[in-house]
């Protein structure tokens, strides 16, 4: 089975920059299409970027086009999310996700981490 951790989050001030970071396990990022996806305190988990298997591709929810970045190191198997210009709204916990084609929906992806929380101070 695919195992996610998801890293790097944390408290930052409103403008700040955080780097998530997710371990994949085996080579999962050669294989499957990786994904970062968000939930807010009572709200339902929304998706944030993806990036195809073979990293040619990368996708953004419009909210943060242009400031986050997603990226994948496959011989480490392992995704990042760059995420600049942070937000109050970008509040939330983030996860990792693995499936097998670049789709913006929860359903679309099999395998999931843990998450990790990104708080950002107004």
């Known amino acids: 089975q695919v195992q996610l951790v998801e890293s790097g989050g944390g408290l930052v001030q409103a403008g700040g920059s955080l780097r998530l970071s997710c371990a994949a396990s085996?080579?999962?990022?050669?294989?499957?299409?990786m994904g970062w996806f968000r939930q807010a305190p009572g709200k339902e988990r929304e998706f944030v970027a993806v990036i195809t298997w073979s990293g040619g591709s990368t996708y953004y929810s419009d909210s943060v086009e242009g400031r986050f970045t997603i990226s994948r190191d496959a011989a480490k198997n392992t995704v990042h999310l760059q995420m600049n210009s942070l937000k109050p709204e970008d509040t939330a916990v983030y996860y990792c996700?693995?499936?097998?084609?670049?789709?913006?929906?929860?359903?679309?992806?099999?395998?999931w981490g843990q998450g990790t929380q990104v708080t950002v101070s107004s």
């Open positions: 085996r080579r999962t990022l050669s294989i499957y299409a």
């Open positions: 996700a693995a499936g097998p084609r670049p789709v913006r929906t929860v359903v679309g992806y099999e395998f």
